[in-house]
Each structure stands twice: as C-alpha cells, then as structure tokens.
C-alpha cells in the first residue's frame, strides 16, 4: 500500500483473521481458562467464555446488580468477599493473567486495600478497586499481570488483606502466544537519524499551559524538549520558566502525514518517572468536527468548553502513564456513550513494574469490529464495537498518532505535587511502526 502525504489518508483495511474466523473467534483461541466467580457461565463481548465458578474458594458469595463501566456487566453481578484462594491446574507454562473487580459497597479510598499473589510472588501491590477505578464504585475495573511461570502444574492467586477485605469477580488467563505475522509493515518511524524529527511525518503542538487538562507543560519545538538522538525520539520535559509557564516539554503528532483506519500500531518505548510526569501515546481523529454537533470545522476544539468534538469523535489512548503510580499502564478508549463524565469510561490496566527502565512494545489492533490494547503482546483491554451508533463507536475514520509528556493536569497532579527533583525526565521512543492486514 502507498504512503499518502499531505492531507490524504493512509486507509488500513481490515482483513479478518483467517477465511471464515472473525476477530472476537481469533482472540479468544489464546484463552486456556476463564472463570465468573460465584456465578453460571458468560459468554463476554470480546468472545470469552467464562465457565461458571471452578477452582475458588473462601470468601462469600454475593451479588451486585448495578455495574459501570464494562461492556460484560453480567461478569460482576456475582463475586466473592473475604479469604479468596484461587487454584486451577495447568500445564507449565507462561501465562497473562487479567483479573476483574468492582466495589460493591459506600467505601472510600483506603478502605478497601489488597496486595494480589500469584504463585507467591507479589504481581499486585496496594489494589484499592474504588480509588483505581477513578473514585468510583459499582464500576467495572480489570488489572493484568503478565508473564506468569506455572512450573508445579497449578495456578494459584492468594490475596492478603491490608483494609477491609479482598473482593474478585472474574478471571481469565492467556497463554502468551506473541503476535501473530499477518500484518504487513505500511508506515514507520525508525528514528535512525539526528536532529528535529522527520518534518515529513512529525508536526509539533506548540501551547501553553492549561490549553487542555489544566496542564502545567509549555509545549515547545525546541530541540531541549523534542529531538532525535541516538537512535530514539526523546520528549525530554524540564521544570524552567519559560513564557509564563513553569514546566516545558514537547508534543509532536503525524495529522496530515500519517492517517489511519484500522490496523496494528507498534511504539517501542521507554517511559519518564517521578510524580507529575503523565506520558502518552495515543490517537485523536484527523476530522475531529465527524460527529461534533455544537461546532464546525476550522474552531480551536481541543480544551474547548463549548465545543463537543471530543469525546463525540473519539480517543484511543495506547499508553498513559502517571508518575504516582510507577508501573501502572492504562488503554482507554473515549467517545459520547462511555467516557468518565457519566462513570462509563472503558479501559483497562496492566502492572509492568519496569517501564522506566526497560523499553517495552506498546500496541493497538484496531479493526472495524473491536479495539484490542498490548504491552509486549499482552493483551490487556478490548473495547468491542456494539453496533449501536457513532456515540460509542466513533472509531470509523481516520485517526493520527501523537506522543508527549504532559506535566501535572487533572491526571498527573491526583498524586500529589510535581516532584520537581526528579527532573528533567526523558520519554524515549525506539520506533513507531502502523501494520495493516496482509492479504490471506
């Protein structure tokens, strides 16, 4: 397929995974084990079937009616609460883990904290399910561990109670099978040269602070802030003054030069650390004004307060991260139905304890019919296309890329003030890379 430039766009057509199986069949082959606690079987959105409760014990059974945030509200209308123990055998191997949860009562945050144990290593610390699901209860909330060894022939997930007590609704476990080899390289971005970032493919977002989010960040196209080096793009952000603001950084985006429908989008990348920093890959549409009913094309829409395209147009967000909670990645998707003004944000979160000090391969496959969100190719959150109209399946015009660090905003600064002595910091991007389905 053609590289498009200027304003055109680079169409990734979806192809289906094999003759006769769709994409909800072909992510669900990966699934050994899936299980809905203290209740019958599910057959999830995304293709997983749950089998009714096996393997679990302690605890009680208990029911919750009323959910949020999740497409599958049946998977947490029961759950257990107390001493958990799950234990399933399998065969040795590696294995993803994702584990769903929702707080069923009028609690706080801190009231209601758990560390998570998987055959016995500690890969959840400190889960507080209302506080991790944005202050809300009722509200769905699934948390992923990867790479889990099983080399005794058994599962086994223990909780250890630190407030309250420990609540699970579902699970389900993957064999890691790594990415599959039909997609086809189309547009990439290897950084293996020195300077300002490829002006063919790269636009920066110059702003001051608190355009958007209540961000604290000047984002600026100096070289201190945005530039190749050594085989990487850096989005270096420093605490300086600088035109009013007090925090500078960088935001560069591809609208115009690399627009995509559909396709697997791979971004190789080393995360900054330190309370404050909110890092980001992500996707906004390249006609933002598609569904917007209260603006027209040609209005400054991003931070606007009048202006409804976003979410109405949609968001795909591949990577956030935030600084007070090193180690925890977040894929989210936003449009008009589900976002977090009415409590239905759809996303997920996976625990990867190394992003600041290893570079991991951050991915989305987006086809016409579901969003699927990787780290190192574990799948983590699915976001299925309901067929029920633009406002929550906005997802079906061309998007574009973008890459930064904000500093503070709502997000950044829920933790507590900027850390300023642990900067500046470095978001370091290896490659981007967009696929697009090889024909079978």
Known sequence: MVKLTGAAVLALTLIQCGSDMTTKEAAATDVVWATNIGGGAVLASDGVHYGAEEGVSGGAIRTLQSIKGSQDPVLYQSYRHGDIRVAKALPNGRYDVVLHFAEPDEVGGGERVFDVLINGRRRIADLDVMAWRDGKIKSGLTVAASDVAVDDGELLIEFEAQAGEPVLSAVVVRRRAGRNDDWRLVWQDEFDYEGAPDPAKWTHDIWRPKKVNDEDQYYTDRAKNVRVENGHLVIEAHREEFEGAEYTSGRIHTAGKGDFLYGRFEIRAKTPRGQGTWPAIWMLPSDPYKYSTTCEPGEDWQGSETCDAWPNSGEIDILEHVGYQMGHVHGT?????????????????????TVDTEFHVYALEWHEDRIDIFVDDTLYFTYVNEGTGWEAWPYDHPFHLIINIAMGGVWGRAGGPTDDSQLPQQFLIDYVRVFEKATS
Not at 334 to 349: F, I, M
């Open 333 to 353: 998707v936003h449009n008009r139905a589900y976002y977090w003004v009415n409590w239905e944000q759809r996303k997920g979160r996976i625990i990867e304890p």
